[in-house]
């Protein structure tokens, strides 16, 4: 991981802030980086500090063969008779910590390859950009297990796949390959695994160097959709553009335009 600031690891959530790229990092690869209480507790603490220190890009990635097996089975079957108990605590801690990293005003990128199951769903498509390695297969496995979505896997998939054939592929518990993801919207470029990294770091490199109050507010119009109509949605256009032509940046873009050069926007 690069960058100056100081790289934090706690139950297998590694995080850091620098250069404007926050990374997140999920360390358990012999766990298949599967959630446990702590490490969901630990992705919550990440989830927050990255978001303080005011990145311009956050990249999410994980270490080993599989992204995100989902929840760790096996404290689920030790929590017994108090297993509904156990998904409620974990859920009260990761839920909200989640909704702040899909809404955050900043560009999410995810790069997932190998198994991306369960709330590694919902940990995966809450990104703004989802890279893919030839490897990654997407397994709900929820009914198979008795179980319903969580992470808000339902809720992303759906977006990005269209709500019928979530349904079907949370109902079926089928693994859909990396090929069938592309096709159906789940991902957004595939790559070899070996040039995933080197692509995800490309795109964070771009998105960190474009206007984040841009980013921010395209982010927010899309986020609003479809619940807005269009009365409001054009009244929020209007009023978002005139703050952003208001802004340095705003008056950077045109005048790098005219002067046929590169903008140098610094964030403001």
């Given amino acids: 991981m690069s960058g100056t600031a100081t790289l934090q690891e706690v139950e297998g959530i590694a995080w850091q802030v ?6 997140i990092v999920l360390r358990r690869p012999a766990q298949q980086n599967t959630l446990t209480p702590a490490s969901s507790r630990a992705l919550a603490r990440a989830i927050d500090e990255v978001l303080a220190g005011g990145p311009r890009v956050i990249l999410m990635t994980a ?3 599989t992204f995100c097996a989902g929840g760790d089975i096996g404290t689920f079957v030790a929590a017994g008779a108090r297993l509904d108990a156990l998904i409620d605590e974990i859920l009260n801690t990761l839920h909200p910590a989640l909704y702040r990293l899909a809404t955050a005003p900043v560009p999410l990128i995810a790069a997932v390859q190998g198994a991306v199951a369960g709330a590694g769903i919902g940990l995966a498509l809450c990104a703004d950009f989802v890279l893919g390695g030839a490897s990654m297969k997407l397994r709900t496995g929820y009914a198979a ?3 319903s979505p969580d992470a808000g896997a339902s809720c992303f998939l759906a977006r990005r796949a269209g709500a019928m054939r979530a349904q ?6 089928e693994a859909i390959d990396a090929d069938e993801c592309l096709r159906c919207g789940v991902i957004d470029a595939l790559h070899p695994d070996a040039q995933l990294a080197d692509a995800a770091e490309a795109l964070a490199a771009r998105l960190a160097g474009a206007a984040t109050g841009s980013l921010a507010a395209i982010k927010t119009l899309c986020g609003g959709l479809p619940g807005r109509d269009l009365h409001a949605h054009l009244a929020l256009e209007q009023r978002l553009l005139v703050a952003r032509a208001g802004s340095a940046d705003g008056k950077e873009g045109p005048r790098a335009f005219a002067e046929r050069r590169a903008p140098r926007f610094d964030g403001l």
């Fill in 168 to 173: 079907r592929w949370l109902m079926l518990s």
């Fill in 145 to 147: 297990l008795g179980l």
């Fill in 18 to 23: 620098g250069s404007g790229i926050a990374r």
């Fill in 63 to 65: 270490e080993g063969r």
